[in-house]
């Protein structure tokens, strides 16, 4: 099969129990809606649905804050291009790019729970994580942009992804994060390779 392609809103969704897609080379999922649903049960209904996914070339996840309380538990071992429009703080991010190994593009929206003592970190050093993300996009609607949290976020995550080549967003403070770059290129070349792009709101 070449293409599957899911829009349906949350609970449309979550009537979707025990199926499983067939591989496909190209599969798309686009979960929404305002209201909340029952976390758990999400999940189950989306890792069985996406068990098959890893013999996909292209595996793109879109989900709302319809389920917000739920996304670092999410499984789906093809997954290339996740867009998540929720609120999403330290520990579900890095749970969300452990257990995606082939994930090349992540797009989230940062919450500050976890980050405040993150700001130094960096002085420190870092192993690479194991992934294969190339290109990042981190908002923050809480507060005027550029905003310090999608700085530090971001920070965070060029040290950390050695396949990292693209950096956009809301008002990138691409001036910041350039000055940060000049300062840790020795000891982190792949920085090198990261560009940076704003965007208008």
């Known amino acids: 099969m070449d293409k599957i392609s899911i829009k349906a809103d949350a609970k449309t969704f979550m009537t979707f129990t025990n199926v499983v897609l067939p591989a496909a080379r190209s599969t798309i999922c ?37 389920v917000s309380s739920c996304v670092g538990t999410l499984r789906c071992p093809g997954l290339t291009n996740l867009e998540l429009n929720v609120m999403v703080d330290f520990n579900t991010m890095n749970a969300i790019i452990a257990n995606h190994p ?13 980050w405040s003592e993150k700001e130094d970190e960096s002085r420190q050093s870092i192993a690479p994580l194991n992934t294969s ?18 700085t530090t976020v971001l920070k965070y995550l060029m040290l950390r992804l050695p396949a990292l080549h693209r950096v956009y ?9 350039q000055q940060f770059v000049s300062k840790h290129l020795p000891e982190y070349p792949q920085l090198a390779n990261i560009r940076f792009e704003s965007e208008s709101g």
């Open 30 to 66: 686009k979960v929404f809606g305002d209201e909340p649903v029952d976390g758990s049960r999400f999940v189950s209904v989306f890792n069985q649905l996406m068990r098959n996914s890893l013999g996909c070339e292209s595996v793109i996840v879109n989900i709302t804050d319809c």
């Open 102 to 114: 082939r994930l090349i593009k992540l797009w989230l929206t940062a919450s500050s729970k976890g």
């Open 133 to 150: 993300i190339r290109e990042v996009r981190i908002d923050d609607y809480t507060a005027r942009n550029p905003s310090s949290l999608q």
């Open 169 to 177: 967003g809301l008002a990138v403070d691409s001036s910041r994060l």
